[in-house]
C-alpha cells in the first residue's frame, strides 16, 4: 500500500520560513518524479515545484522562484519543499504527488496559513 505522509505545515507570519516533508512508502520512490501542489480556497490546484527522480533537475512556478526550494533525499525516501519570505498569498493546502509515466501518488495535504 502506497503512503505519502506530509508534514511541517502550519500558521506563520508573512515573511517568515516553513519547511515541508513528505516520506513515502509502499512505493520505490527513487523511481519517482516528486512535486509539490497547492490549492488555496475556491482556486483550482496548481504545481508548485517538481524534482526528477534523481534530484537534478527541479522547476518552479513562478511566484515561488527564488523563495522555494524542493529537494529530495532518496535514502529516507522523503521530499521537502522549504519555504522563505512567505507571503499571504501562499496560504494553501500543500500536497505531495508522486508521479511516474501514467501512475500518480497523491498525500492528504498540509495546511500552511500566512497571516499576521
Known amino acids: 500500500q502506497v503512503r505519502l505522509v506530509e508534514s511541517g505545515g502550519g500558521l506563520v507570519q508573512p515573511g517568515g520560513s516553513l519547511r515541508l516533508s513528505c516520506a513515502a512508502s509502499?512505493?520505490?520512490?527513487?523511481?519517482?518524479?516528486t512535486s509539490w501542489y497547492r490549492q488555496a480556497p475556491g482556486k483550482d490546484r496548481e504545481l508548485v515545484a517538481t524534482i526528477t527522480s534523481g534530484g537534478g533537475n527541479t522547476n518552479y512556478e513562478d511566484s515561488v522562484k527564488g523563495r522555494f526550494t524542493i529537494s529530495r533525499d532518496n535514502a529516507r525516501n522523503t521530499v521537502y519543499l522549504q519555504m522563505n519570505s512567505l507571503k499571504a498569498e501562499d496560504t494553501a493546502v500543500y500536497y505531495c504527488?508522486?508521479?511516474?509515466?501514467?501512475?500518480?501518488?497523491w498525500g492528504q495535504g498540509t495546511q500552511v496559513t500566512v497571516s499576521s
Open positions: 509502499g512505493v520505490p520512490f527513487r523511481l519517482y518524479g
Open positions: 504527488n508522486l508521479h511516474r509515466a501514467s501512475i500518480t501518488y
